[in-house]
């Protein structure tokens, strides 16, 4: 059983157009978290919950909108997707939030392309 | 706030020859978490190891071995005897106690030839 899923694995869309990546953890993890990795390979929060409640919130534009339907699920909503917006998004969860010693594990991420 | 350098931005090694990815780290806290993650070229990301501030033990897992030393505030990693298999891109990050700063390090880019 895959630990922190998500869907699709791969995305091409294009420019203006609206879409979600779905994310689920069966490790009865109370924390999630979206992370984005650039071209670059740098690799960025851009936003974590705990027990469904939005507890980091990265500068992130507003055409990002998470959403927890309960602590197993974390959906990534993208609207008037634009080219550099392309890049790699990973979902994942840990215990607790992260730090204090809580290993936070990676679904196999989500490669967006915008054209 | 906390910061982690990955100064190798890529290495090459042959095929057995050890390598050591460095990893240095900043933060303000005395209870703090290292961590090291491997991205292989299919993508995902794999946790490898976690290491307390408080333990300063040498870490030996099979081939992999980590090196935490607060005096240089550093936390390396080795891979003896390498394999083509070990081609990946490798994170160290660092997590402070309260759980609202969990920062990764740029990577370093492993290529082992065979």
């Known amino acids: 059983d895959t630990a922190v899923s998500q869907t699709p694995k791969y995305l091409v869309t294009q420019m203006g157009n609206d879409k979600s990546i779905k994310c689920e953890q069966n490790l009865g993890h109370d924390t999630m978290y979206w992370y984005k990795q650039d071209s670059k390979k740098f690799l960025k929060i851009m936003f974590s919950?705990?027990?469904?409640?939005?507890?980091i919130n990265e500068t992130v534009p507003n055409r990002f909108s998470p959403k927890s339907p309960d602590k197993a699920h974390l959906n990534l909503h993208i609207n008037s997707l634009e080219l550099g917006d392309s890049a790699v998004y990973f979902c994942a969860s840990s215990q607790v939030p992260a730090g204090r010693g809580n290993t936070i594990y990676f679904g196999e991420g989500s490669w967006l392309t915008v054209v | 706030a906390q910061k982690v350098t990955q100064a190798q931005t890529e290495i090459s090694v042959v095929e057995k020859e050890d390598v050591t990815l460095d990893c240095v780290y900043e933060t303000r806290d005395t209870t703090y978490y290292l961590f090291w993650y491997k991205q292989p070229p299919s993508g995902e990301l794999v946790f490898l190891i976690r290491r307390n501030s408080f333990d300063e033990q040498n870490e030996i897992s099979g081939r992999y071995s980590w090196n935490f030393q607060k005096s240089t505030s550093s936390f390396n990693f080795t891979i003896t005897a390498s394999q083509v298999v070990d081609s990946a891109v490798y994170f160290c990050a660092l997590g402070d106690n309260y759980g609202q700063n969990f920062v990764f390090g740029p990577g370093t880019r492993l290529s082992v030839l065979p």
């Open positions: 919950y705990n027990n469904k409640e939005l507890i």
